[in-house]
C-alpha cells in the first residue's frame, strides 16, 4: 500500500484561513499526506493582509529539492508566488524534478482584495509557470488579468478566455465562477478537446476566505490519488461547495471568515 503524496508551494497565512495552511487541511481531508514549500510569510487576517516577506528564491529551491529528494510526490499544487525570482527558481526545480501533476492557482489578490502578486511578476508567470502546468485555476478577474481583458460576462466569453489561456502553455484551464453572478456558481474546465460546465448552488456566505486555495488543493489531491483530471475537478468542486455550504458553522474573526476543511468530521 502506498500513501499518496502531494506538494504545495505557497505563501504562509498567519491566519490559517488560506495559502499553506489552508492546503494542508485540504489534503489532509481527502486522505493525501502533504509536503510544503514556503514563498512567503504573510501578516494576515480575515480583514486583510498587512504585511509580505518573500523567502529568498534559493531557499525555496531547498524546500523543494529537499521534499522531491525523498518523497515520491505525485502532484504539486502552486499558489502565491509574490515575486519574479521565487517563479524562476520554481519553474527550474520542476524542470529538474519533473512531477506527473501540477496545478497552478495564479493567485494575485486575497478574498479581501489585497494584491498577493508584485505586478512585474505576472508576465513571468505567464510565461515561466503557465506552460508547466496540468491545469491552471483561475477566478473570472485572473483569467482576465493573465490574458489583459476585460472579464467576461457570458459563457461564451468564458470558454474563449480560457481557450486563449491554453494557448499560453498549459494543458487545461479550470475558470473558477464564484465572483460570477446567479443562483449558481459556475465553473468552466476547458481543455483542447472540450469545455465543461460544471455547476453548485451559489451559497450566500462571507466565509469564502481560502476558496480558492482550497479548490486547487482539491484538485491537486485527485490527481495525487490517481484520478483523471475531470474526476479530480467534479470531486473537488463538489469537496469545496460543501465545505462553504458549512462555513457559518464557525465564527471566526470579523471579516471573511474561513471554509470548513473538515466539514465531512464535526
Sequence with gaps: MTTPVALTIAGSDSSGGAGIQADLK?????????????????????????????VPADFVTAQIDAVFSDLDVGAVKIGMVAQAASIDAIAAALAR??????????VMVATSGDRLLASEAVEALRTRL??????????????????????????????????????LGCRAVLIKGGHGEGAESIDYLVTSESAIALAAPRVATRNTHGTGCSLSSAVAAGLARGE?????VRNAKAWISAAIAAADRFSVGHGH?????????Y
Aim: with cysteine.
Design 26 to 54: 485540504t489534503f489532509a481531508a481527502l486522505g493525501v499526506y502533504c509536503a510544503s514549500a514556503i514563498t512567503a510569510l504573510t501578516a494576515q487576517n480575515t480583514r486583510g493582509v498587512t504585511g509580505i516577506h518573500a
Design 97 to 106: 524534478w519533473k512531477p506527473r501533476h501540477v496545478v497552478l492557482d495564479p
Design 130 to 167: 503557465m506552460p508547466l502546468a496540468s491545469v491552471i485555476t483561475p477566478n473570472l478577474p485572473e483569467a482576465a488579468a493573465l490574458l489583459g481583458e476585460q472579464v467576461a460576462a457570458s459563457e461564451a466569453g468564458i470558454e474563449s478566455q480560457g481557450r486563449r489561456l491554453l494557448a
Design 228 to 232: 483523471t483530471l475531470e474526476q479530480a
Design 257 to 265: 471568515g474561513p471554509i470548513h476543511h473538515f466539514h465531512k468530521f
